[in-house]
């Protein structure tokens, strides 16, 4: 079955570009969740949308960070003027019903490396 | 000092040994507690949830000890497919996320 895709699956910016990354979550899905995952870490989150409205930004590390969901589907995560720091795994993660206790599936990232 | 603290490891272990992971959460507003499994360069699963009572799934236990903020996971009968890195995350009674450990890399060798 269809489960969480993301696109592309790896992008190299150069230092000052901007970026977008696609997350397509399981079709019905109430709740989308995106993660930021450097080298030997856990993922950490980054924001939080019920349907189209972001509930949680709190974790966006800088106002070069903007997500969007308008039609309660799709996603898209953009990065302005890209850093070497925000080089990372982007995870994309949807889940069924509101909130955070359901169990998240997550899509295979987006590799970002910013030279 | 981060919310979920884990063991890094490696942890090497032939196969069908018994491997125990421990993992401490700091927020005592925590709630929720999940066991995820992250297969290199592949996305985090679900591996189970954790409950106080604790619970099993096969060779897998959870084990939860609210009063001293740990969560642990033991495996039994070691297998090579059990390689992986296994991530501690908890849930807050209001957060709309989930807080991730680092992991801890397990490599079972036959």
């Known amino acids: 079955g269809a489960g969480v895709s993301q696109s592309p699956r790896y992008k190299v910016a150069k230092r000052g570009q901007d970026v977008a990354l696609r997350c397509d979550p399981i079709?019905?899905?109430?709740?989308l969740f995106w993660y930021q995952q450097a080298l030997g870490q856990g993922p950490e989150f980054l924001t939080y949308?019920?349907?189209?409205?972001?509930?949680?930004k709190s974790g966006l590390p800088s106002d070069r960070f903007f997500a969007e969901r308008p039609e309660g589907s799709v996603s898209t995560l953009k990065i302005q003027r890209t850093q070497q720091e925000d080089s990372a795994v982007y995870l994309c993660?949807?889940?069924?019903?509101?909130?955070?206790?359901?169990?998240?599936?997550f899509g295979p990232g987006t590799r970002l490396t910013v030279l | 000092r981060k919310e979920v603290e884990q063991d890094p490891g490696p942890f090497n272990v032939p196969e069908g040994a018994t491997v125990a992971f421990n993992c401490t959460y700091s927020?005592?507003?925590?709630?929720?507690f999940f066991w995820y499994r992250q297969d290199c360069r592949k996305e985090p699963k679900l591996l189970m949830s954790v409950y106080s009572s604790g619970n099993e799934d096969g060779r897998f236990t959870a084990q939860l000890n609210r009063a001293s903020q740990y969560i642990s996971l033991l495996i039994r009968d070691s297998k090579l497919s059990d390689s992986a890195t296994y991530l501690c995350v908890v849930i807050t009674w209001y957060g709309n996320k989930l807080v991730f450990g680092a992991g801890t890399i397990l490599r079972v060798k036959s």
């Open positions: 993660a949807s889940s069924q019903r509101a909130g955070a206790y359901n169990e998240q599936f």
């Open positions: 927020n005592s507003a925590s709630q929720s």
């Open positions: 079709s019905g899905h109430v709740s």
């Open positions: 949308f019920q349907n189209e409205a972001q509930l949680d």
